[in-house]
């Protein structure tokens, strides 16, 4: 069964720092491109940063740049956020997702989905 699956949120104060983890398990991650999503309550869901699958070049929000980092492990078929100088902007619901094997970051549907992990920045 393909799932994927994010944890490392919590509460942190302003300026803090959180590392966020997304295991892959029922396939690999060496074929897909992999982006970070989030959800702030009232608000719609927006591309964070995503990292492609096949020269790992990275996207980011301009919200984010220069505080947030993606980057990916193949050997443990997991992608991490490091998120530093956070904002309480910053404060949402977390996710992972993929789009089909062989796309890009963008132009095509994210099929794949982990259940989000709560990322509160609050002093």
């Known amino acids: 069964q393909v799932q994927l699956v994010e944890s490392g949120g919590g509460l942190v104060q302003p300026g803090g720092s959180l590392r966020l983890s997304c295991a892959a398990s029922?396939?690999?991650?060496?074929?897909?491109?992999i982006g970070w999503f989030r959800q702030a309550p009232g608000k719609e869901r927006e591309g964070v940063l995503c990292?492609?699958?096949?020269?790992?070049?990275?996207y980011y929000r301009n919200s984010v740049k220069g505080r947030f980092t993606i980057s990916k492990d193949n050997a443990k078929n997991t992608v991490y956020l490091q998120m530093n100088s956070l904002k309480p902007e910053d404060t949402a619901v977390y996710y992972c997702?993929?789009?089909?094997?062989?796309?890009?970051?963008?132009?095509?549907?994210?099929?794949?989905w982990g259940q989000g992990t709560q990322v509160t920045v609050s002093s």
């Open positions: 029922g396939f690999t991650l060496d074929y897909y491109a």
């Open positions: 990292i492609s699958s096949s020269d790992g070049s990275t």
């Open positions: 997702g993929a789009p089909g094997a062989g796309h890009g970051c963008y132009g095509a549907p994210y099929e794949y």
